[in-house]
């Protein structure tokens, strides 16, 4: 399997931002961390392993980068506003850095998707669901989509716009929602056992059939705990079996 790591300065975060890329074909699967963890977490927890034959088959690349979530939301000696800030300028990290840079290392037309767990997947979603016309859709795993689980009771708009259970429903731009729309591939998958969270996965679920956006959500069962082995076997038969 092909592997490379590079970075550069970002000049939204303001900090060196390194990426790691897997495979040398195939749609970009761009993965984003659990919590505060960093570009090769997927790939220290097996999850690039479990992946392997998918990647050398040509079926996707993957791309993998840092998570800035202990540069906000799970750092409490920062003001909750100013983790605000740093929650949008992640944004335009991925928005205007991470996605042409995929481009780059890919082509024009290669189709895009952002994945996570965890905290990863809340992120995954919000990412997709912004930008609809650079991102092609979503595969999220063992998520909740309400910011405010991790904003310790801070609120303001852009917590807002940055929680989809909040922001989706008041959507009518309908220019965003074909986008949207548009996707074959929006995937959210969660276990029922241990710290799963499926209502709140069934909860986003509803608001998004409201709003007629197709998706595919799977709960799996109370056997299934919110840990790396979940998305070790949840992922691999994801993109085995959906794409």
């Not at 990412?127 to 609120?155: A, C, H, Q």
């Not at 241990?194 to 069962?221: C, M, T, Y």
Request: proline residues 5%.
């Amino acid at each position: 399997m092909n592997r490379h790591i590079t970075s550069w300065y970002s000049p939204a975060l303001d900090k060196e931002m390194p990426i790691a890329s897997y495979g040398h074909f195939g749609f970009a699967l761009l993965l984003i961390p659990t919590a505060a963890a960093d570009y090769l977490e997927y790939e220290r927890f097996q999850l690039i392993d479990a992946l392997q034959p998918l990647i050398d088959s040509g079926k996707l690349k993957v791309f993998s980068i840092d998570s800035m979530n202990k540069e906000s939301w799970m750092n409490n000696n920062m003001l909750p506003e100013h983790k605000a800030i740093r929650q949008n300028q992640f944004n335009e990290y991925v928005f205007n850095e991470v996605i042409p840079f995929i481009r780059n290392n890919t082509s024009p037309d290669t189709f895009i998707y952002t994945c996570g767990a965890s905290f990863g997947a809340l992120h995954a979603m919000n990412l997709f669901l912004k930008k609809p016309d650079l991102i092609n859709g979503v595969i999220s795993m063992s998520g909740v989509y309400d910011l405010t689980e991790y904003t310790k009771g801070y609120w303001d708009d852009q917590v807002y716009f940055n929680s989809p259970i909040h922001y989706i429903p008041n959507l009518n731009d309908q220019w965003y929602l074909n986008k949207i729309k548009a996707s074959h591939h929006i995937h959210i998958y969660t276990g029922s056992g241990e710290f799963e969270d499926p209502e709140a996965n069934r909860r986003f679920s509803q608001v998004l059939w409201d709003k007629g956006i197709w998706h595919d959500l799977d709960i799996w069962g109370a056997d299934i705990k919110h840990d790396w082995p979940t998305w070790r076997a949840m992922l691999p038969y994801i993109i085995d079996t959906k794409f």
